[in-house]
């Protein structure tokens, strides 16, 4: 079973350049930019990707953060298996909360 899924993901390379983990990324960053809120004149920043880097932007640990969202106080959006964060969003929510 190991030898098929190695020699799937080695024709996955040769035709696209990429590994599969690698490719996956991409499209879904692609589909967050096509889905994520329209960008306003307030509202220059790009979305952020994923609880880690959520956290790495507030200063705080991925498991407060991901707590919040667990309680259903940290609004977000969900493509695959990635979460997309609204900056403003967050810090409207944050506003009221306490990490």
């Not at 390379?13 to 879904?28: H, M, P, R, Y």
């Not at 994520?36 to 932007?57: D, F, M, V, W, Y």
């Not at 507030?58 to 953060?65: C, D, K, M, R």
Request: contains cysteine; charged residues 20%; aromatic residues 10%.
């Amino acid at each position: 079973m190991a030898f098929i899924e190695s020699q799937q993901q080695t024709a996955f390379n040769a035709i696209f350049g990429l590994s599969v983990e690698e490719f996956t990324e991409a499209i879904a960053s692609k589909i967050a930019c096509k889905v994520s809120i329209p960008q306003t004149a307030t509202a220059s920043r790009k979305p952020i990707h994923g609880i880690r880097n959520l956290a790495r932007e507030y200063g705080s640990s991925t498991a407060s953060f991901q707590k919040m969202i667990n309680e259903g106080r940290l609004p977000y959006r969900r493509i695959g298996n990635r979460y997309i964060f609204d900056i403003d969003e967050v810090n409207k929510a944050l506003k009221g909360n306490s990490l």
